[in-house]
């Protein structure tokens, strides 16, 4: 074929990415792609998303190769011209990614990634299906989905021994069969604080305490030295005083035991 005949899209990754991004079409795919399109993109080493074909062309990256997209997805398009015009005006207006505009537009349904899960739809069943519904590929994730709850999907791809599974999960969706959902992991870590403080019961009774720091002091004089730097910031600090307790980072980095 002739130079002209090789295609490139531009695309919408599901990521909070500041572009967008160019793929090259393989040639038997030339008739199918076209934009507001869902297409499987490889997107870095092993990652692999549902992008919006955002424009056809025939202009190769300058910047880097492009990689060819791994299928087509729909028969028509999901997302129309007006539509994208739109993403673009968000982006712009309220300065985010295209990719935050489009996982905010679309539902979790329709953006198939190697980030996702799926498990059975609850509103199916099996039984009701007659066995040629679903292929033989089909029908093992079907099986592996009955004995499990949910799968990755590369879970999915060692199941099937295969690299991308979109295409069969799209069409498994389209069947009513799963459902996909995306698995969230809490990013937020509390901020621990580690406090020390002595019994009120050592605190009221002085006999007990001067019997408790000879101990320490003929067994453990590290912990006796501690005990000690407790009590005196307990009395001259108003702030501990007040909490009763004395941060362990307050003993350490202004090394106050050093003093006693």
């Known amino acids: 074929m002739i130079e002209h005949d090789t295609l490139f899209i531009d695309v919408i990754v599901p990521l909070s990415v500041a572009n967008k991004y160019t793929y090259r079409v393989p040639r038997e795919m030339n008739d199918l792609v076209s934009v507001g399109k869902r297409v499987i993109v490889q997107f870095g080493k092993s990652k692999f998303y549902t992008a919006i074909v955002y424009q056809v062309h025939s202009n190769p990256p300058k910047e880097y190769t492009a990689k060819y997209i791994e299928s087509v997805l729909d028969e028509t398009p999901i997302v ?5 015009e739109l993403w673009d005006w968000i982006s712009y207006y309220y300065l985010c990614n295209p990719g935050d505009v ?5 539902p979790s349904g329709l953006k198939l990634s190697s980030t996702s899960h799926l498990t059975l739809n609850p509103d199916f069943s099996l039984d009701e299906m007659p ?4 292929t033989e590929k089909e029908h093992l994730i079907l099986e592996a989905l009955q004995a499990s709850a949910s799968l990755s999907f590369d879970d999915v791809g060692e199941l099937l021994g295969i690299k991308t599974v979109h295409v069969f999960i799209n069409k498994m969706i389209k069947k009513g069969a799963v459902v996909i959902y995306e698995e969230i992991k809490d990013k937020y870590k509390p901020k621990l604080v580690s406090y020390l403080g002595v019994s009120m019961e050592l605190l009221e009774n002085e006999h007990k305490l001067k019997d408790v720091l000879d101990a320490l002091e003929k067994k453990a004089f590290k912990q006796a030295e501690l005990l000690l730097g407790i009590l005196h910031l307990l009395r001259s600090d108003e702030i501990v005083k007040q909490l009763g307790l004395v941060k362990k980072s307050t003993l350490h980095n202004r090394k106050r035991l050093k003093k006693f």
């Not at 129309?80 to 994208?84: D, F, G, T, W, Y």
């Open 80 to 84: 129309a011209k007006a539509q994208l």
């Open 102 to 106: 489009m996982n905010a537009a679309l």
């Open 131 to 134: 066995y040629d519904h679903f």
